[in-house]
């Protein structure tokens, strides 16, 4: 059993500090994230709170980051072939019957997109072909923005590698990509399909302005002039194929999930890298911040399982629910969703896996799956929670950023008053069906 929290020993206050300081440095951005991740880990290790073998051993996950470093690659690939928004591009230019089908099928490709690479990849891969709809179509891109942002988020929610929680998650109770799939692909979808309905009636002026009669122009987009080299784009497409098939199959070839990943990653250096100019470009493309604060608060979490506070808070939560498992569900998803809302999900689900192991712990559970209501709460309200502000997902930081960059007015609050009433429903419609058919 983990030993209660020792409120007379100074590493206690340490390490709780040094948590609580570098998520407020982190959500807030006033300096480099994952530099902020990685000096708060180095403080603890150095102060020897947290061994350096249990971190490299234990705490830091590492299928976790060959899974994010391996997608990483794969996605940069990805946008240099320009397979991706080729595809998406002529699937539009075949759909642009009226203005609600393009929104339609922008929404699933990105939501498709997403699932397979991430939801940050796959908003970077498609947001700049959007803007061009939007500057083509000569209408604000906001409503496609703003439905891509959410179909991100509910797309990366549905597989092993669509977000960076569920990589940890995932990881952590040796969850894999068809789990995902079978377990959070039908609340996805019904949520994806309510977003859809509701920013339809939102947006439906603009749905039926100066748009909608300049179709044909989009329909006239030339989708090859996203690919500069076609045999690089077929091998690159060949790639996505195989990271797909391997992710849904690594058990049966008992491969990690991260190996997978790294192969894909791999594969692409090989076919985009003719020289330092290429390389550099595709670790141009790579979040190196995002890793930062990965491997940074696996070490921070790790603090606080070492000085006992994750069992202090495990032992208050079971008092609280009576160690009713669908009741402490209930708080882990309703917690998780909306604090992911405003704050960056990364070191929420960084902290919140060790606390579900340390609940493991407490209850006696010998199986894993007797834990899985619990990891799926928390996959399922950060998932959720993650599209109430752009705050809450790499997807919705990188669209307000490009947006900007071409002039368009997407500002946090734009994005708020719409998404996060949206979000406390869709937070309400998912506790429900976490309760009726997860519990």
């Known amino acids: 059993m983990i030993s209660a929290i020792d409120t007379a020993f100074w590493p206690v206050y340490t390490a ?15 300096i480099n994230g994952g530099w902020a991740a990685i000096v708060g880990a180095l403080l603890l290790l150095v102060l020897g709170i947290v061994d350096w073998n249990a971190a490299l051993l234990h705490h830091i996950g590492l299928n976790t980051l060959l899974l994010l470093m391996g997608i990483m690659v794969t996605a940069a690939g990805a946008d240099r072939s320009g397979i991706v928004q080729a595809i998406a591009l002529g699937i539009i230019g075949r759909a642009a019957g009226n203005l609600p089908i393009v929104l339609i099928v922008v929404t699933l490709f990105a939501a498709c997109t997403s699932a397979l690479l991430g939801s940050g990849p796959a908003l970077l891969l498609l947001a700049p072909l959007i803007l061009r709809i939007g500057k083509t179509l000569r209408i604000g891109p ?26 940890m998650i995932g990881s952590a109770a040796g969850i894999d990509t068809l789990a995902f799939i079978r377990v959070l692909g039908i609340p996805a979808l019904l949520l994806l399909a309510v977003h859809l309905v509701l920013l339809l009636l939102i947006f439906r002026r603009d749905m039926q302005g100066e748009g909608s009669r300049r179709l044909e122009d989009l329909k006239a987009m030339e989708p090859n002039l996203y690919v500069p080299d076609r045999r690089r784009a077929l091998a690159s497409l060949g790639v996505l194929m195989m990271l797909g098939l391997g992710l849904l199959l690594h058990k049966q070839l008992h491969l990690a999930s991260g190996t997978i990943a790294l192969v894909s990653g791999l594969l692409m250096l090989v076919i985009h890298t003719r020289s330092i100019h290429d390389l550099r470009k595709m670790v141009e493309y790579m979040d190196l911040k995002t890793l930062g604060v990965l491997v940074g608060f696996y070490v921070l979490a790790g603090g606080l399982v070492e000085t006992g506070i994750t069992g202090e808070l495990t032992m208050r939560l079971l008092e609280l629910t009576n160690e009713n498992k669908s009741l402490t569900a209930m708080v882990l998803f309703v917690v998780s969703g909306l604090l992911a809302a405003v704050l960056d999900p990364i070191p929420l689900t960084a902290a919140a896996i060790p606390l579900i192991q340390a609940i493991g712990i407490q209850m006696e559970v010998v199986r894993q799956s007797d834990l899985s209501s619990l990891w799926w709460a928390l996959a399922l309200g950060a998932g959720i929670g993650s599209s109430g502000t752009l705050a809450g997902s790499v997807a919705g930081v990188l669209a307000a950023g490009l947006a900007q960059k071409e002039g368009y007015r997407f500002s946090y609050l734009s994005y708020l008053v719409i998404a996060f009433p949206l979000t406390l429903l869709a937070l309400a419609a998912g506790g429900w069906y976490l309760y009726t058919y997860m519990l």
């Open 16 to 30: 709780a500090a040094a948590f609580g300081i570098v998520y407020v440095l982190v959500v807030t951005e006033k």
């Open 142 to 167: 906001v409503p496609f923005l703003i439905m891509s942002v959410i179909a991100c988020n509910l797309g990366g929610m549905t597989t092993l590698v669509g977000s960076v929680p569920n990589m």
